[in-house]
């Protein structure tokens, strides 16, 4: 077995390059599908680190791969980099303050996730040049995780299949596993089209678009006592006609977004939301359009990748942080309430509970430095992943490490502050030591990926029904 210190030591070696990427891709905090200066930095690096780029990946100009080594086993490293809009935030402050009002910022912290990925790839090349593993190594830029799903229009054209093992993580409050099974969703735009009058003088020359939007939103109100459990449906107005109240409406446009347990089931609910939108158009002689924007698989869970991963968990050396990080995690994590412990997953089984309010002194420690334990599941989580998509096409597992104070609200001005300090930059190092050990432990040992691929085999007997059509392009912002 290779000594995991060399790997660490070339990460600790390499650390100044992966914070330079990571807060340079904080300053561009690019928003879905438009990471044009972000891709081309990441590229950049990868190409002066000797990797074999190619750009333009499934002719997305933002997404792009990098891979070095030959032969098998081909292990894939995904990373993200887009960012959030409405999320501008000075770093390194407690206090809310924007730096552009109204501009964008990495909420969701994958100025780190792509960084870390890429410190682990880089490590597992470096050990391949050194002779010490045998294999090939490929680091995904997946664009528009957060607008678009852009995995799975990378999945849609098989970019994932020939890998022997995908493994991913994301920023967090916990050190802990990733396990069970996320919900499908597919997300459309119903587009209404009426007939403008005015509202006083020729209301019955009028169609209205707004009166169909509405009323399939009291239809769908009325689907909802007939679903299933396990999914759910959310909506937003994406255009509710002009402001003037004495104007019939022409235009109306909703945002819908359907989940289920399967893409199937996803497909199924959707089929129902098509027909009430049909017949808000009847019964208001309007007509309707509809477009697909994206779409997320259900996540298969892999549990011996996720028992590879938790081993270099709890193997990596965790970060030391100065009495200032702390002092600096403490004032951010006064700035907002949380009642939940973390690890809320696994908060049923007592014993992690136990562990958790111990270690956590009940949930007040501003910085969770500690591996929570792992238990396979197949606890099934209402949220939804590109990832998934990934996990259907070769055996997937993940992993969230520390960068954010404990109980953080996910997407908020809190996590782009902390995104470019030191706290945030030993969180890259540690997903990066996670990452690459568990990488070389599977280029080592080819019993644990088979172990891998027969888990996945079985899980994925019904074959990956993709959520998106053929038709459906890339939506960007
Ligand atoms: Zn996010
Ligand atoms: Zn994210």
Sequence with gaps: ???????????????????????????????SMLEFKSAAEYIRVLEAEGFTVQKNLCGISTAFSGSFGSGRPIIGILGEYDALSGLSQKAGSVE???????????????????????????????????????????????????????????????????????????????NEITTGSNAASMQ????????????????????????????MNVGVQFLREHMRPKESIHYSFADAGGLSPNVVQPTAKLIYMVRGETVQKAKALLKRVDNIARGAALMTDTTVTSRQIDGTASTVSNHVLEEVLYQNLCAAPL?????????????????YHTSDLPGKRTA??????????????????????????????????????????????????????????SGSPGHSWQNVSIGKTPIAYKGIALAAKVLAGAAADLMEDPALLERAREEFEAATSEGYDCPIGREVKPTAG
């Design 1 to 31: 077995m290779m000594d995991k210190q060399n790997i660490y030591r070339y990460i600790d070696k390499k650390q100044h390059t992966l914070w330079e990427l990571s807060d340079k891709i904080w300053d561009y905090s690019e928003l």
């Design 96 to 174: 809310h303050k924007p730096l552009v009002e109204g501009g964008c910022g990495q909420g969701c912290g994958h100025n780190l996730l792509g960084a870390g990925s890429l410190g682990a790839a880089m490590a597992i090349k470096h050990e391949i040049e050194a002779g010490n593993l045998k294999g090939t190594v490929i680091f995904y830029g997946c664009p528009g995780e957060e607008g678009c799903a852009g995995k799975t229009f990378m999945a849609r054209e098989g970019v994932f299949r020939k890998l022997d093992a995908a493994l991913a993580w994301h920023p967090g409050d916990t």
């Design 188 to 215: 459309v735009e119903y587009s209404f089209h009426g007939i403008a009058a005015h509202a006083a003088d020729d209301p019955y020359n009028g169609r209205s678009a707004l009166d169909a939007a509405e009323l």
């Design 319 to 335: 970060p030391e942080y100065t009495e200032d990080e702390v002092a600096f995690a403490a004032a951010l994590k006064s700035t």
């Design 348 to 405: 049923e089984d007592w014993k992690i509970r136990t562990f958790v309010m111990e270690k956590t002194q009940g949930g007040s420690v501003p910085l969770n430095n500690f591996v929570m334990p792992y238990s396979p599941s197949n606890t099934f989580s209402p949220g939804s992943s590109d990832v998934g998509d990934v996990s259907w096409l070769t055996p997937t597992a993940q992993f969230t490490a520390v960068t954010w104070t």
